[in-house]
């Protein structure tokens, strides 16, 4: 248990489907990060929220909509997905936004769209 | 954009020998992160390097930040099959601050007993 929760670990929709993920943290942390994590890429982050507000969003389809209603708390609502969004979504916090603090990553969320 | 690459992209070694996995920046960082993936795990961090020339060691794993900032490295000595997995470099994207780290590849570690 890493102190950051991602629920469910396993997920298989289908591109008309409309699912959430989310993560919950209790590290106490001000700022959280959503990244994919696809075979043969690195990292890549798609969202950002420092304090409960985006900071960045880098240019992420808007058929994924992060949320973040607490600074505990991010979802990520995914919406007529394609088959190459297919991948391990990370959620990760960190004690600030400045980017002197290393990231606790959630276990993840397996994501299959058919 | 900013890139952080890693070589090698695999490597394979005997158990009890030495690994090396190389990050360069195309930008000098303020400070570079690396994390470690167990295969079917998340990343786990590892360390911070901050300072010019810096180097700091954990045990087995030594890391090195070199001196223009802007590559680094991890060294482990005599590898044992718990250090499988993948090693990543990150550093923070060109604004800093709260625009999250850029990671690098990773270096798979391939231990045969």
């Known amino acids: 248990e890493t102190g950051v929760t991602q629920t469910p670990r396993h997920l298989v929709m289908g591109m008309t489907n409309k699912k959430s993920l989310k993560c919950e943290q209790h590290?106490?942390?001000?700022?959280m990060y959503w990244y994919k994590q696809s075979a043969k890429k690195p990292l890549e982050l798609m969202f950002v929220?420092?304090?409960?507000?985006?900071?960045e969003n880098n240019s992420v389809p808007s058929r994924f909509s992060p949320e973040c209603p607490n600074s505990s708390h991010l979802f990520l609502h995914l919406h007529t997905l394609q088959p190459e969004d297919s991948a391990l979504y990370l959620c990760?916090?960190?004690?600030?936004?400045?980017?002197?603090?290393?990231?606790?990553f959630g276990s993840g969320t397996r994501l299959t769209v058919v | 954009g900013q890139q952080v690459m890693q070589i090698p992209q695999y490597q394979h070694v005997q158990e009890g020998e030495d690994f090396t996995t190389y990050c360069n920046s195309s930008?000098?960082?303020?400070?570079i992160q690396w994390y470690k993936q167990r295969p079917g795990g998340h990343p786990v961090f590892l360390i911070q390097?901050?300072?010019?020339?810096e180097v700091k060691k954990q045990k087995r794993l030594t890391f090195q930040f070199g001196e223009a900032k802007k590559n680094s490295s991890l060294h482990i000595t005599a590898t044992q099959t718990t250090d499988v997995g993948t090693y990543f470099c990150?550093?923070?994207?060109?604004?800093?601050?709260?625009?999250?780290?850029?990671f690098g590849k990773g270096t798979h570690l391939i231990i045969q007993p």
């Open positions: 990760a916090s960190s004690q600030g936004w400045a980017d002197n603090y290393g990231y606790t």
């Open positions: 990150a550093g923070p994207l060109a604004g800093g601050g709260a625009d999250g780290l850029t």
């Open positions: 390097l901050v300072k010019s020339g």
């Open positions: 590290l106490g942390h001000n700022a």
């Open positions: 929220y420092s304090l409960e507000e985006r900071v």
């Open positions: 930008t000098t960082l303020s400070n």
